[in-house]
């Protein structure tokens, strides 16, 4: 029976080869097949967004070049395997979200354990009260806003004659 990796497997463990942005990666694993993972749970800001190089650099500094393991059964319209990244014991993506350098994605927070929807709430409650990241500066547009408007800004210009 034939079955992509993300319906086959529970987990994928490699070694970080790649970081694309704050939320998204690329991981070798001993097969030396390369796999794109969004982490599951957060949004981080866009690249051209305030905070979107900070929070790429964040999620470099915690992952890349090391050993990590995914837990994650579904794939996005990207095909990149949407899942949990763990090194070691941290959760990288609540990690990401404490430093304040991502949102806890309510909108897919269904997704997540009751266990994992609370710490992750409680991280990016704590980010905010402690203006770490992004919370440093007031007025942060989540990037779900930002990409929103990115994309009717871009439409508006499209049917301008």
């Given amino acids: 029976m034939l079955c992509a990796l993300p319906c086959a497997a529970a987990s994928l463990s490699g070694v970080v080869v790649g970081v694309a942005d704050g939320d998204t990666l690329t991981v070798l694993d001993a097969g030396l097949a390369q796999h794109r993972v969004r982490l599951a749970g957060i949004d981080a800001p866009e690249k051209r967004q305030a905070f979107g190089q900070r929070s790429k650099q964040s999620l470099d500094r915690l992952v890349h070049g090391r050993p990590v393991r995914i837990e994650g059964r579904k794939t996005d319209r990207y095909g990149r395997l949407v899942g949990k990244v ?6 990288v993506n609540r990690e990401q979200v404490r430093r304040g350098f ?3 994605y309510v ?12 710490l992750y709430a409680d991280a990016e409650a704590s980010a905010r009260q402690e203006r770490r990241g992004l919370w440093s500066e007031p007025g942060a547009t989540p990037p779900w806003e930002f990409r929103r408007q990115a994309h009717a800004h871009a439409n508006a210009h499209a049917q301008r004659p």
């Avoid at 763990?86 to 959760?91: A, F, I, K, N, S």
């Fill in 102 to 104: 991502a949102w806890h």
């Fill in 86 to 91: 763990l090194v070691g014991d941290l959760d």
């Fill in 107 to 118: 909108a897919y927070a269904r997704e997540q354990s009751p266990a994992d929807r609370r």
